[in-house]
């Protein structure tokens, strides 16, 4: 650890346990006097969790080193794993990029505010302490009132991560994030359940063909029309071993695990049902209690301890929505063994997949 890492970790020892205000805020009617006491903890380097639109953010002052620090040491973040910087203005993109390529304004244009983070050369203003240590600065215009008006009453860029401890599901509600952070942050904006629920895609601009490093909301077919040209998803988050390293240092980790072991099941409705059936009945014989996840369609065919429903897989935007939920669920039933079925929805499901592989350690049995 450098010595101001050791300094801000001592700071965390000595204070223990800070005292963390949950505070809610209607997203209809926002408390000015409420948002500009957020903004002045942010401008003095301390912490603020906030709705997005994605996932709740942890957030800090962007071009403050020490506030990173501090963002790093209350999720236990690998200092290697950089910040996504969240602005309220196109012009913020200028002032911390080396210079703006123009795919960037025109994706701008289409999706801004909104679910999509572009990778572009930093330049000197943004501190090596946000960006973990790299040459590039990820930014994002979050589509969300509580995030946007946060920014602006701050004076500040953000720098926010998903608002969970490292390795856990990303937060969809503030009770996610105060299970996580609870004394450990000054402050945490309640703003209801998010919408989206996944966090944003994120397109590296820093080569020839533009890269998408994180499947999300914004698919590459979206981006791609908005670009007119190639856009490539990053080989590397699609290997289920170790033989192509991800580009996005996050994507390498291990994420979104539930305690238990879970196993997703791909194949025709009929064979997946009697699949998980059969294994859940194995198990309970065990003495293991079985949770399953399934669609809002099939839930009714299981018979388990648990059945969670992600919701109607007609409307993939609830699976989204309710996918990090779940999972946190699964930790607070305390099963020893999780089945779930496969959500490859038409739009979406290569993010939904991304996120759902991952929790299952990308074990995958096909019946
Ligand atoms: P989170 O903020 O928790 O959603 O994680 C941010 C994600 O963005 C992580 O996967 C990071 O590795 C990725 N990221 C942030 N900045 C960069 C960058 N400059 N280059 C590549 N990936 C980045
Ligand atoms: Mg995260």
Redesign the pocket.
């Given at each position: 650890m450098k010595r101001r890492e050791v300094a801000i970790f001592m700071e965390y020892v000595i204070i223990k346990h800070m005292k963390t205000e949950i505070v809610t805020v209607d997203i209809n009617n926002i408390d000015e006097k409420l948002m500009e006491r957020a903004g002045v903890l942010i401008a003095s380097g301390q912490l603020v969790a906030f709705p997005t639109e994605t996932?709740y953010g942890l957030g800090g002052d962007a071009l403050d080193p020490e506030a990173s620090a501090r963002i790093y040491s209350a999720k236990g973040r690998p200092s290697d794993n950089p910040l996504i910087v969240h602005i309220a203005d196109f012009s913020d993109l200028e002032r911390i990029a080396q210079e703006v390529p123009i795919q960037a304004r025109k994706l701008a244009e289409a999706f801004w505010p909104g679910p999509l983070t572009m990778i572009v050369r930093k330049n000197d203003r943004v501190p090596y302490a946000t960006t973990g240590g790299m040459d590039t600065v990820a930014i994002r215009m979050p589509n969300h009132p509580v995030a946007l008006e946060l920014i602006r009453k701050s004076g500040c860029m953000i720098a926010a991560?998903?608002a969970?401890t490292?390795g856990r599901p990303?937060p969809t509600r503030a009770s996610h994030v105060a299970e996580d952070l609870d004394g450990k942050i000054p402050m945490i904006l309640d703003g209801g359940e998010v919408g989206i629920g996944i966090?944003s895609t994120i397109v590296d601009l820093t080569e020839e063909v533009p890269m998408v490093l994180r499947p999300g909301y914004i698919t590459i077919e979206m981006l791609s029309e908005v670009l007119g040209e190639e856009v490539k998803l990053d080989p590397g988050i699609i290997a289920s071993d170790d033989t192509k390293k991800p580009k996005a240092p996050?994507m390498k980790y291990k994420?979104y695990a539930p305690k238990a072991d879970m196993i997703i099941v791909e194949g025709e409705e009929d064979a997946v049902v009697s699949y998980i059936n059969e294994a859940a009945e194995r198990k309970r014989s065990e003495k293991v209690a079985v949770a399953v996840i399934a669609a809002e369609e099939t839930r009714e065919r299981y018979c388990a301890d648990i059945v969670l429903s992600m919701g109607r897989r007609s409307r993939e935007d609830e699976i989204a929505q309710h996918l990090y939920g779940i999972l946190r669920q699964c930790d607070e039933l305390n099963v020893g063994a999780i089945f779930s079925e496969s959500f490859s929805t038409p739009r979406i499901g290569n993010a939904i997949m991304n996120r759902l592989l991952k929790a299952a350690g990308h074990q995958v049995i096909q019946v």
């Open positions: 996932v991560p998903s969970n490292s990303s966090e996050g994420h």
